[in-house]
């Protein structure tokens, strides 16, 4: 894929649960991809490693101690799941929290659907099996302050400032190392937040020390009190840890030449940032948003507006749904068992990876998958690093789907003789199964789950498979994909030659992008007049001008110019009553007339038809705005794909590496391998085979055939 006559403009790394994957791209779109084991400890290790790997397609040494090698880089987005792991592992900051008085418990009475948040159906039913969520601030750490701003924006009950400067002195004294305020209706009025803010750095002067200071209303000034307050905490609490990561890849690809970029990071709702950003908490998760961003960049350029994301790797496998080139959001996600004010594509995970452990339960001696993962430490198996519990990786290895001396280009040497004897002790023995008919047996299993995750996704959103394309990747992705699609209606199937590295690519798919958001309390009765409509225009305008503003300054701080700089009004709309809102940019800058109101409302109701029917329409009980947005971009290079012509269907002779004994349906057969490297657009691979790379394996059952299209996209048919 790369050219050795090309140099290096962009890099861009997913950093997931088991692999970290860097893509590195020229101008003309020609890359490489690198791939090696995440380093949770210290991710800078991992991502030199994967990027050792990436320079080798361009016949460069990362090693060498040249200062220029990297100076031609433009670009470097890192996305992964540092954000969620500092959560997870409760290892951020000590933060105290100040709050409106009265309100002190609230991260104690929680909400209804945060408290069963992460458990599984059975066990929200019994409430026997709840266990409280632990706060991320110690109820000694929280402090109320009185003061009350109403639903309107004007003051009830005037910032009492003196318990204000008794509260952040305490906080001090008790070492916290931020400081969190939240205030009711601040996101409607941010006076008394702005006031504590102040307050509490002269105080910490007087002290002679300093911790940095969050607002709500800074943070994610929207309505939904718990939502916002996780917040605001979160990022106080995990925000420098996470900043502190990528600033330490950052100076490591400073030392190496880079100097034109700073390290950017992927957001949760699809658009880029720096490592700098001072909301920091929006890449909480980043790494399958790229692979969804990066299907619908992969649909346009090859007119697939219907995609179904299908993303396996070694700890989950994500589903993500892109219709008619839209990805829809969710605005309140739940991460960790908690729920955030922050707009994220729609992505079901599932703990269905290649590492996903393999069990029995002790009760009804049933298999159990996971959820948990080998992860990349100790790793399955046949890493031969210490897990004895069998992974869906062992079972493929088993098959002889795996190759064990091609793994990672060979870079990992496979014990397929240990995974053997796993799974016989773990699970053939206990169920009184031939051992290749429980690896059998549990990669049909694990692709039902999978299959069940795909229909239940589109069916619930009222879409029919029919209508849509299954794009796999992921490094697992194109080994189940036959697996998991089997039995599904489908427009069709494909996955690419870079599938392990399909989020990397994603990443430098996309611009940088910002969004804002804030609730508002907006309106608009049935037949309206033109003065009222006015009206609503005025309001929507003040909030898009205040969002735009800060938007712009942001941008400024990053280094972009205001003539770069676009931004895209939006306006989230309900019809009267109704409980869901649909997100619509605005046809129109700004509401002057009434009639640029009525083409705002015209979009929504378009909208609106498409996700449910015609007949769902429901003008009649108005229309209400409760939350109105800005995302402010800047266009960035992005990787070109390229139309080829097509050769002769036969695979040359360089591609064909001889055959393998593969167990399939209760019995062995021999099985051509190929290079997928060597087959090129045009090629037909009949089934069974098997197309392998350093970084996935491509399984064509009997009956089906692999094509690769002018595109160099491989098509299961």
């Known amino acids: 894929m790369a050219s050795q006559n090309g140099q290096p403009l962009i890099v861009t790394c997913d950093a ?103 458990y599984s159906y059975a066990d929200r039913l ?156 929006e890449s909480i998760v980043s790494g399958p948003v790229g692979g969804l961003l990066g299907a619908r960049y992969l649909g346009e350029v090859v007119g697939i507006h219907n995609l179904i994301t299908a993303d396996m790797g070694g700890t989950s496998f994500d589903v993500g749904l892109i219709t008619e080139g839209n990805i829809p959001l969710v605005r309140e996600p739940e991460f960790a068992r908690f729920i955030f004010n922050l707009p994220m594509v729609t992505i079901n995970s599932l703990g269905a990876g290649a590492g996903t452990y393999i069990r029995l339960d002790p009760m009804t001696k049933r ?14 198996v046949c890493y031969d690093r210490g897990n004895e519990t069998p992974t869906v990786l062992d079972c493929d290895l088993i098959l002889g789907v795996v190759n064990p001396d091609y793994y990672l280009g060979g870079k990992i040497r496979l014990n397929r003789e240990k995974a053997l004897r796993c799974l016989q002790k773990e699970v053939a023995e206990p169920l009184k199964l031939d051992v290749y008919d429980a690896a059998s047996g549990v990669t049909q299993l694990i692709d039902s789950v999978m299959r069940d995750g795909i229909r239940s996704m589109v069916l619930a959103k009222g879409y029919n498979t029919a209508d849509y394309t299954v794009v796999a990747f992921g490094g697992a992705g194109p080994t189940h994909m036959a697996g998991f699609t089997d039995g599904l209606v489908l427009r069709g199937r494909v996955t690419v030659p870079y599938a392990a590295a399909f989020s990397a690519f994603g990443c430098a798919a996309v611009d940088y992008a910002h969004r804002y958001q804030r609730s508002t309390y907006l309106s608009i009765a049935p037949g309206a007049g033109p003065e009222a409509k006015k009206a609503v225009g005025r309001e929507l305008n ?103 012509q097509l050769g002769a269907p036969a695979p040359s002779h360089r591609a064909r590496k001889g055959t393998r004994r593969i167990y399939r349906g209760g019995q062995w057969h021999d099985a051509p391998i190929l290079e997928m490297d060597e087959l090129v657009p045009g090629n037909l691979v009949e089934g069974l085979a098997v197309i392998e790379a350093p970084n996935t394996t491509l399984l064509v059952p009997e009956g089906q055939r692999a094509r690769f299209d002018e595109w160099n996209l491989i098509w299961l048919e």
């Open 16 to 118: 997931g649960g088991t692999m970290t994957d860097v893509l590195l791209m020229d101008a003309a779109g020609r890359f490489s991809v690198g791939k090696a084991a995440t380093t949770p400890l210290n991710e800078v290790a991992g991502y030199w490693e994967s990027l050792s790997d990436a320079m080798g397609g361009w016949g460069l040494d990362l090693q060498d101690g040249r200062e220029e090698i990297l100076r031609p880089l433009k670009v470097a987005i890192y996305a992964g799941t540092t954000m969620l792991n500092t959560l997870l592992q409760r290892r951020g900051r000590r933060v105290g929290l100040i709050i409106t008085k009265g309100f002190e418990d609230s991260f104690v009475i929680e909400r209804g659907f945060q408290k069963i948040a992460g």
């Open 126 to 281: 019994h409430t026997v099996t709840h266990v409280e969520n632990p706060p991320l601030v110690p109820r000694h750490l929280v402090k109320g302050a009185t003061e009350r701003i109403d639903l309107f924006g004007k003051v009830a009950i005037p910032l009492y400032e003196h318990e204000v400067r008794q509260s952040v002195r305490e906080l001090i004294e008790a070492g916290v190392e931020a400081i969190a305020i939240l205030f009711l209706f601040s996101y409607v009025n941010p006076a008394h937040e702005q006031t504590a803010a102040r307050i509490a750095r002269q105080t910490m002067k007087k002290m002679g020390q300093e911790v940095p200071v969050f607002c709500s209303s800074d943070i994610s000034p929207t309505v939904r009190e718990l939502a916002r307050l996780n917040s605001v905490v979160i990022q106080a609490y995990a925000s420098e840890p996470v900043r502190e990561q990528l600033l330490r890849i950052e100076d490591r690809l400073c030392q190496a030449g880079m100097r034109q970029s700073e390290l950017q990071t992927m957001l949760a709702y699809g658009g880029l940032a720096s490592a700098r950003y001072p909301r920091l908490y």
């Open 367 to 380: 298999i159990m998958l996971g959820p948990d993962s080998a992860g990349a430490e100790p790793g399955p």
């Open 542 to 644: 003040r909030a898009w001008q205040e969002l735009e503003n800060k938007a712009l300054a942001e941008m400024r701080a990053q280094g972009f110019a205001r003539s770069s700089v676009r931004v895209q009004p939006i306006a989230f709309i309900r019809y009267g009553g109704q409980l869901d809102d649909v997100e619509v940019f605005s046809p129109v800058r700004r509401i002057e007339t009434a009639g640029d109101l009525d083409a705002l409302l015209a979009r929504f109701e378009e909208l609106y038809t498409r996700i449910y029917v015609s007949g769902a329409r429901f003008p009649q009980g108005g229309f209400q705005i409760l939350e109105v947005g800005s995302v402010a971009s800047v266009p960035k290079v992005k990787p070109s794909i390229e139309r080829r």
